[in-house]
């Protein structure tokens, strides 16, 4: 049985399709990534997992088991731990108030929810910060307590929405080891759009646009099946005319800026090899460094995207005409 | 149902908003009967050559002019305190925080109706016991019995307003929208009572009208409570626990 599965599931806001008859399976005891630029549907997707809105048509199963809002699926929801993008909590309870409160709203007895209350905050490293008010958390504290209330509850499947794109470099370290160290004690579907993240303790990847799923895989598989050669190139002249001129060739599939330079997915390894000299002395830039780079999630992912995004127009011209 | 029946209370503590309507309402229970005996040496020292002639303030002026306080400054208060009390935990994510956990919507409202309907219910009668003591104090002994009764009705028109603000909350997502909401039958029933009699006696507004009547006008003497106002009483009862069922109904199939 599959941890979470989702069949044609489909959310519609009035005439925006948010989700798009989406297919997914989640196998159980993985960390999956699920990827997709803003606005790609992980979000609304993870409420319908989580039961906070319903979906137009198709189904959320968890566990094998339908997930709904309301009433029904009360007593799936405590084998579920959710945590949103932007947690919210009681202001006026100290992180261990919150935990004890919620692990008790899961059935824990007074005693074993408080036992569960200290040993959740040594895991999220908040202990120091046990008896203050979360009014007065960091954003990281509050991402770290946001976990360790989706934890209290002992659930099977953790759904974790953007668990650390917005915190500084320490703070997303901090969280992303915390989610590495959760690997085995309950499914994890993490959704994102920080590639490197993902990258980085994902073990399944999902990458979702506009709503619908365009590749789902083992990552490394999908970073072997999709790998192509790339390049990071380093350059004294204007970056952005460099990368204009380098988009402009068949045999580039993608430019992305990065640190010190460019890099470059290239669909012809020997072509790219052979041109890239000229193409610098033709746009009247030095090279400093050219060099292969392994392919990241990152490259796999734009050029899925972008592979997407042709399809996309393809169609749209074949309706048109 | 203990836990979210605990953290309500926790809540009321912890946000200092306990505070709020007892002290309101005992100003109130002091100011009333203070009020009554001041008035008449008021008048009489702003006439500056009118000649305005009172009857001497009753016993029961004190608790009138409370009653009135608490209908024109008290609702409007319950209904500021209590409209976000759904509407804010949807606005602010807590309440969809909430339902992630195994805890049923009908828990929920009901928790938040028992906790702050008697913390309101228990504001009002500090206030009103205020409003006894003072009236012996500075008016002379007052009909206990009628006084009681006054406040057993108007009770149960303050839990209504209670429960229509609660309701209101769980139907409309802005905390302000649902405070507007709110206000508008404070104006709308006394007026429709005006224009058809029988509402105003056994509709929501007539243990109002009949608490009035039985504490007396200023210097009217008062009567005894008819049974127009009991049908009203018990009324205001089943719709208040109708306004929690609604509540529970529109948050049923909420979206978060």
């Given at each position: 049985?599959?941890?979470?599965?989702?069949?044609?599931?489909?959310?519609?806001?009035?005439?925006?399709?948010?989700?798009?008859?989406?297919?997914?399976?989640?196998?159980?005891?993985?960390?999956?990534?699920?990827?997709?630029?803003?606005?790609?549907?992980?979000?609304?997707?993870?409420?319908?997992?989580?039961?906070?809105?319903?979906?137009?048509?198709?189904?959320?199963?968890?566990?094998?088991?339908?997930?709904?809002?309301?009433?029904?699926?009360?007593?799936?929801?405590?084998?579920?731990?959710?945590?949103?993008?932007?947690?919210?909590?009681?202001?006026?309870?100290?992180?261990?108030?919150?935990?004890?409160?919620?692990?008790?709203?899961?059935?824990?007895?007074?005693?074993?929810?408080?036992?569960?209350?200290?040993?959740?905050?040594?895991?999220?490293?908040?202990?120091?910060?046990?008896?203050?008010?979360?009014?007065?958390?960091?954003?990281?504290?509050?991402?770290?307590?946001?976990?360790?209330?989706?934890?209290?509850?002992?659930?099977?499947?953790?759904?974790?929405?953007?668990?650390?794109?917005?915190?500084?470099?320490?703070?997303?370290?901090?969280?992303?080891?915390?989610?590495?160290?959760?690997?085995?004690r309950a499914t994890i579907l993490m959704s994102?759009?920080?590639?490197?993240?993902?990258?980085?303790?994902?073990?399944?990847?999902?990458?979702?646009?506009?709503?619908?799923?365009?590749?789902?895989?083992?990552?490394?598989?999908?970073?072997?099946?999709?790998?192509?050669?790339?390049?990071?190139?380093?350059?004294?002249?204007?970056?952005?005319?460099?990368?204009?001129?380098?988009?402009?060739?068949?045999?580039?599939?993608?430019?992305?800026?990065?640190?010190?330079?460019?890099?470059?997915?290239?669909?012809?390894?020997?072509?790219?090899?052979?041109?890239?000299?000229?193409?610098?002395?033709?746009?009247?830039?030095?090279?400093?460094?050219?060099?292969?780079?392994?392919?990241?999630?990152?490259?796999?992912?734009?050029?899925?995207?972008?592979?997407?995004?042709?399809?996309?127009?393809?169609?749209?011209?074949?309706?048109?005409? | 149902?203990?836990?979210?029946?605990?953290?309500?209370?926790?809540?009321?503590?912890?946000?200092?908003?306990?505070?709020?309507?007892?002290?309101?309402?005992?100003?109130?229970?002091?100011?009333?009967?203070?009020?009554a005996r001041l008035l008449p040496?008021?008048?009489?020292?702003?006439?500056?050559?009118?000649?305005?002639?009172?009857?001497?303030?009753?016993?029961?002026?004190?608790?009138?002019?409370?009653?009135?306080?608490?209908?024109?400054?008290?609702?409007?208060?319950?209904?500021?305190?209590?409209?976000?009390?759904?509407?804010?935990?949807?606005?602010?994510?807590?309440?969809?925080?909430?339902?992630?956990?195994?805890?049923?919507?009908?828990?929920?409202?009901?928790?938040?109706?028992?906790?702050?309907?008697?913390?309101?219910?228990?504001?009002?009668?500090?206030?009103?016991?205020?409003?006894?003591?003072?009236?012996?104090?500075?008016?002379?002994?007052?009909?206990?019995?009628?006084?009681?009764?006054?406040?057993?009705?108007?009770?149960?028109?303050?839990?209504?307003?209670?429960?229509?603000?609660?309701?209101?909350?769980?139907?409309?997502?802005?905390?302000?929208?649902?405070?507007?909401?709110?206000?508008?039958?404070?104006?709308?029933?006394?007026?429709?009572?005006?224009?058809?009699?029988?509402?105003?006696?056994?509709?929501?507004?007539?243990?109002?009208?009949?608490?009035?009547?039985?504490?007396?006008?200023?210097?009217?003497?008062?009567?005894?409570?008819?049974?127009?106002?009991?049908?009203?009483?018990?009324?205001?009862?089943?719709?208040?626990?109708?306004?929690?069922?609604?509540?529970?109904?529109?948050?049923?199939?909420?979206?978060?």
């Open positions: 049985m599959k941890a979470i599965e989702t069949r044609a599931l489909t959310r519609l806001f009035g005439s925006l399709c948010a989700v798009d008859n989406l297919t997914m399976a989640v196998p159980c005891g993985q960390v999956y990534g699920f990827l997709g630029p803003n606005g790609a549907g992980k979000t609304t997707t993870l409420k319908m997992l989580a039961g906070l809105i319903s979906p137009s048509s198709g189904t959320a199963l968890v566990a094998g088991k339908e997930m709904r809002p309301g009433e029904s699926s009360r007593e799936l929801r405590s084998r579920v731990g959710f945590l949103a993008e932007d947690p919210a909590f009681y202001p006026w309870m100290t992180a261990y108030e919150a935990l004890v409160f919620t692990a008790r709203l899961h059935g824990s007895s007074a005693a074993r929810a408080g036992a569960r209350a200290a040993e959740l905050l040594d895991t999220v490293g908040l202990s120091p910060r046990a008896e203050d008010r979360i009014r007065g958390f960091s954003r990281g504290m509050r991402q770290r307590l946001g976990i360790a209330l989706a934890l209290a509850g002992e659930p099977d499947v953790l759904l974790l929405d953007e668990p650390a794109s917005a915190l500084d470099p320490i703070g997303r370290k901090e969280i992303l080891d915390l989610i590495s160290s959760l690997r085995g994102s759009h920080v590639l490197d993240d993902v990258q980085r303790v994902g073990t399944w990847v999902g990458i979702l646009d506009k709503g619908r799923m365009v590749v789902e895989s083992p990552l490394d598989d999908l970073l072997h099946r999709y790998a192509t050669p790339a390049f990071h190139l380093e350059i004294s002249g204007d970056r952005t005319q460099v990368k204009s001129a380098l988009l402009s060739r068949p045999w580039v599939q993608g430019v992305v800026e990065e640190a010190g330079g460019l890099r470059i997915i290239a669909s012809d390894l020997q072509e790219a090899q052979r041109s890239i000299a000229s193409l610098l002395a033709a746009e009247h830039v030095s090279l400093l460094e050219f060099a292969t780079v392994v392919p990241t999630l990152e490259d796999v992912f734009l050029r899925i995207v972008s592979n997407n995004d042709n399809a996309d127009d393809v169609r749209a011209e074949q309706i048109t005409t | 149902m203990t836990i979210l029946l605990a953290k309500e209370m926790r809540e009321l503590l912890r946000t200092h908003r306990w505070l709020i309507l007892p002290v309101l309402f005992v100003v109130f229970g002091i100011s009333g009967p203070a009020l040496v008021l008048l009489e020292s702003a006439g500056a050559g009118l000649e305005i002639v009172l009857p001497p303030p009753s016993p029961t002026d004190g608790y009138a002019q409370f009653l009135k306080s608490t209908n024109e400054l008290g609702i409007l208060a319950v209904i500021l305190v209590f409209m976000g009390i759904i509407a804010s935990e949807r606005k602010n994510g807590t309440l969809a925080a909430l339902l992630v956990n195994p805890v049923s919507r009908l828990t929920f409202v009901w928790a938040k109706w028992l906790v702050n309907g008697a913390y309101t219910l228990l504001s009002f009668t500090l206030g009103a016991a205020f409003a006894i003591v003072y009236s012996y104090l500075l008016l002379g002994t007052p009909d206990l019995a009628a006084l009681l009764e006054a406040t057993g009705l108007y009770l149960s028109y303050l839990l209504l307003a209670f429960s229509w603000t609660l309701c209101l909350s769980a139907l409309v997502r802005s905390p302000a929208a649902a405070g507007g909401l709110s206000l508008i039958p404070l104006f709308l029933l006394p007026m429709l009572g005006m224009l058809w009699r029988p509402l105003a006696e056994y509709g929501p507004y007539g243990v109002v009208n009949a608490a009035t009547r039985l504490v007396g006008g200023m210097g009217t003497p008062s009567i005894a409570v008819e049974s127009p106002a009991l049908v009203s009483l018990v009324l205001n009862l089943l719709v208040s626990v109708l306004l929690v069922a609604a509540a529970y109904v529109a948050l049923r199939r909420a979206e978060l």
